[in-house]
T-cell receptor
């Protein structure tokens, strides 16, 4: 596609429910990243995919968070048993190659946990 | 561990004037890159400018320039001839050239308001 597409754009859920956030990177981009942005804060790195493998998962805050990528395209970030502190905007970015200077970001998925 | 500090939570500038957004960084790695991103109210992050730690000249991209002072570990963004469309959040970020490719560490951002 023309840009990085994320869905849903907004998600409100109840504490304890599971949520899935989806990212469609730019076609042909091999590298994909997930970041989290809490209100009033900068972005925090969560996980990086090169192709379908994840060489760096160091930013995932707990084992309730997981992500996968299939077919070197779509990625899904799953948060199990959501907590109120998971409320944030989750941003996905992609780049043609790992180490590329420019990442293209999506508009994000805003998650609100009640 | 690397850290980015942006001390200005908000800035105002009049249209057509220049403005400087401050950024300092901390790392013990000698090889790194510094980035500035713009985040309008729509939410997406837009890449503006890049400076490598070994670059001799300050980076420029149109109305954007990066005032890189390596000894002071500062990488301030200068926007010349401000326009109303420049109103947005601006984030400074750093990437080490070791470890995860393109893993960026961000500051907390500066909200810029351009006024008439």
């Amino acid at each position: 596609g023309a840009g990085v597409s994320q869905s849903p754009s907004n998600k409100v859920t109840e504490k304890g429910k599971d949520v899935e956030l989806r990212c469609d990177p730019i076609s042909g981009h091999t590298a994909l990243y997930w970041y989290r942005q809490r209100l009033g804060q900068g972005l925090e790195f969560l996980i990086y995919f090169q192709g379908n493998s994840a060489p760096d998962k160091s930013g995932l805050p707990s084992d309730r968070f997981s992500a996968e990528r299939t077919g070197e395209s779509v990625s899904t970030l799953t948060i199990q048993r959501t907590q109120q502190e998971d409320s944030a905007v989750y941003l996905c970015a992609s780049s043609l190659l790992a180490g590329a200077r420019v990442l293209t970001f999506g508009a994000g998925s805003r998650l609100t946990v009640l | 561990a690397q850290k980015i500090t942006q001390t200005q939570p908000g800035m105002f500038v009049q249209e057509k004037e220049a403005v400087t957004l401050d950024c300092t960084y901390d790392t013990s790695d000698p090889s790194y890159g510094l980035f500035w991103y713009k985040q309008p109210s729509s939410g997406e992050m837009i890449f503006l400018i890049y400076q490598g730690s070994y670059d001799q000249q300050n980076a420029t991209e149109g109305r954007y320039s990066l005032n890189f002072q390596k000894a002071r570990k500062s990488a301030n963004l200068v926007i010349s001839a401000s326009q109303l469309g420049d109103s947005a959040m601006y984030f400074c970020a750093m990437r080490l050239n070791t470890g995860t490719a393109s893993k960026l560490t961000f500051g907390t951002g500066t909200r810029l308001q351009v006024t008439l």
